[in-house]
């Protein structure tokens, strides 16, 4: 999906105007990309017609060209569809029971001890409850996952879930545990029994949150799981796991679209740290592959415009000194933290950048400033004066070696370099790279 859409925008990205012929094509494009992802028919069919409505005759705004424009009704309108971001509800009496429930094989088990890894940092006292005694082997399970995040877990042999929650809820209720997590069984598919089961849990015990969890990769199976068990226990969250893998989002707009559950959080790796409260923001960057555009349109205009106007022409016309460098990296750490910066490029730059680690970059940057802030304003505004015993000094001033000092000139040097080029080219560089 996310591959399908950049395509898409960057066709858009080229044209100055946008006609409603325009928009036709764009959402034709979407509406398939959503459909390949296995988003559900109906659902695709409400979004795009949201977005048609809304993209045709929108008054033009002037600081976003046609596309970005159609971008951002996109973005608004899969943020409406994905529901706002919503917490686990804490309120009530304790203990507080979680419910885990979704088929064999969705992530239960692993979600749970997230969750109560993640409880547990925040200062409850968590307990978590095997409900799956017909497969001893799920039982050894959660007890390895609930030794690893430093949670007890309750079991009970020979007795049936229902039973099983209740004794753990009185063991509970007079040990002070704050929150229990109650890991239920599974079966490969919906069926009578496994709900009633379900029911009879919730028939012993007052339950804060019924979480479904659903396996991202399934697809359009999603929804049909999704209803299946909001039709028959009262479904409180969602949690959406395995969303490392490939199909970024399909299911997720389906499910919370049709049934209407809030989504409280996602799985992304097996490992028992990887989970991720819901933000529907990132979601929906991450659905649409582009990063936060918006965001970072957003950001680009609270910077001090005039100066960056007057910046952008200097380094145009090759005027671009290493003072302006060290303004510009200054300008850059008012955006906000690097990584996510980096994140947020569109196009052929964030794919380039979301190659580099972060923490490389982070560091390299810290390098660069120290190195910028050694030199005097004389240095910075005629890097020729550098000769080699001032290129020590620096280099001894900002902690760094004469080698890094020489690696920043080459590159800024090479900076100079392209920016000429560009200018030449009339700007047309400068999209490309950005396109
Ligand atoms: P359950 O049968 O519903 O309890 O599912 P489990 O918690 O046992 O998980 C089934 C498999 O999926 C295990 O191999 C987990 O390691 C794996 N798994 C669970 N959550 C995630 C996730 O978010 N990402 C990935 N990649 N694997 C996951
Ligand atoms: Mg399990």
Redesign the pocket.
Known sequence: LSGRLNEVFQNLRRRGKLTEADVDAALREVRMALLEADVNYGVVKDFIARVRERAVGAEVSRALNPAQQVIKIVHEELLNTLGPADRLNLSGPRPRVMM?V?????????????IARLLRSQGERVLLVAA?PYRPA?IK?LQTLGERVGVPVFTEDGKLPPEVVQHAFTQAEKGGVTVMIV?TA?RSQLDQQLMDELRAIARKVTIAETLL?V??MIGQEAVHIATGFRDSVSLSGLVL?????DARGGASISIRSVTGVPIKF?????GIE??EAYDPARLAGRILGMGDVLGLIEKAEAMDQKSAQEQAERMMSGHFTLEDFANQLRQLRKMGPLHQILEMLPGNMGQMARQVDPRDAERQLKVTEAILSSMTQQERNNPDVLNASRRRRIARGSGTDVQDVNRLLKQFREMQRVFKTLQKTGGRGMSRLFG
């Open positions: 885990m979704g088929l064999q094989g969705s992530g239960k088990t692993t979600a749970a001890a997230k799956d799920a399970q890991d599974g969890v396996d991202s796991t395995k969303m490392d893998g996602l799985g992304t790796g097996e990887a989970l």
